[in-house]
């Protein structure tokens, strides 16, 4: 009997260490969106200032986890004073809510490298459930001895579901396609 709970205990913390957390290096990743304007062509913008972590298994290949904060007054969309207006009540307030975040809930398995992570996105301080494709690409072995692996996801957000109901859909649409590209490390 105590060879057998020994050996549960070994095949418990062999699990529990196989999963590895990965950071997101900002320096080599991107969030950005698009979102109509007056129905004929594509504004670009993203925020420049966020942070990240997955917890995965290699061996596995398991996405575990993955969180994220954003700080909303990072918006860029190559334009001061329109990203001035993103950033007041009418848009992200962020005077009031300076983060945009998510968390996850579950995670489902739907590939190889895929997955289908549902979690909570808190946007002006409601959260949101939201449904994100994520594919894993990786790992590979970094410079300085660091796992690293890719994340890519591409979603639309209807923006009024999220509570950004400011503007007319025929100036600014109500889709809002968003891009997320980012390299994590493992050290």
Do not use: W
Not at 25 to 36: L, P
Not at 37 to 49: A, I, L, Q
């Amino acid at each position: 009997m105590k060879k057998i709970l020994v050996g549960l205990c070994g095949l418990a913390l062999t699990f529990i260490a196989s999963a590895e957390t990965f950071t997101v290096d900002a320096v080599h990743s991107g969030i950005g969106f698009s979102v109509k304007h007056m129905m004929v062509s594509n504004v670009k913008g993203s925020f420049n200032t966020f942070e990240g972590s997955l917890d995965y298994d290699i061996a596995t290949k398991t996405l575990k986890s993955v969180e994220g904060t954003i700080d909303a007054a990072s918006i860029d969309t190559n334009n001061s004073k329109r990203d001035r207006h993103l950033n007041n009540e009418d848009f992200f307030n962020t005077g009031t809510f300076s983060e945009i975040t998510f968390k996850s809930t579950s995670v489902e398995k739907t590939g190889d490298n895929t997955f289908t992570v549902t979690g909570n996105l808190n946007v002006l301080g409601v959260d949101h459930e939201v449904v994100l494709p994520v594919t894993i690409n990786g790992p590979v072995d970094g410079r300085r001895g660091a796992k690293l692996i890719g994340v890519e996801s591409t979603l639309t957000i209807n923006r009024r579901d999220i509570g950004i109901t400011q503007s007319p859909a025929a100036a600014i649409g109500d889709e809002v396609k968003v891009e997320i590209n980012a390299e994590a490390t493992h050290k």
